[in-house]
């Protein structure tokens, strides 16, 4: 029983910044690999970034260089700093957990109800 919670979404400018939190409650948070996902309307949700249990991090090609994922283990929370936004990156941002240390077969993939970023002028 985990659970996710993201703020931090809004309205921004291109070029702007913003910093999406993702709060995790009901479980060991540092033995979770934590994702942030995002959908535009009528699009597939797209994986942004992803951190392991032990701080590695990947980003999709298209915000490489851009946004940054973090996790503050004392915290539960996963952050994602985005800079130099673009109105391509709007949408709808969710944060994704599993278990990284039982078997992926096994492991319960856990969603937050999603925060809304729009980069517009």
């Known amino acids: 029983q985990l659970q996710l919670v993201e703020s931090g979404g809004g309205l921004v400018q291109p070029g702007g910044s913003l910093r999406l939190s993702c709060a995790a409650s009901?479980?060991?948070?540092?033995?979770?690999?934590m994702d942030w996902y995002r959908q535009a309307p009528g699009k597939q949700r797209e994986l942004v970034a992803g951190?392991?249990?032990?701080?590695?991090?990947n980003y999709a090609d298209s915000v490489k260089g851009r946004f940054t994922i973090s996790r503050d283990n004392a915290r539960n929370t996963v952050y994602l700093q985005m800079n130099t936004l673009k109105p391509e990156d709007t949408g709808v941002y969710y944060c994704?957990?599993?278990?990284?240390?039982?078997?992926?077969?096994?492991?319960?993939?856990?969603w937050g109800q999603g925060t809304q970023v729009t980069v517009s002028s």
């Open positions: 994704k957990a599993f278990n990284q240390h039982i078997a992926r077969s096994t492991a319960r993939d856990y």
């Open positions: 951190i392991t249990s032990g701080g590695t991090t």
């Open positions: 009901g479980s060991i948070f540092s033995l979770y690999h």
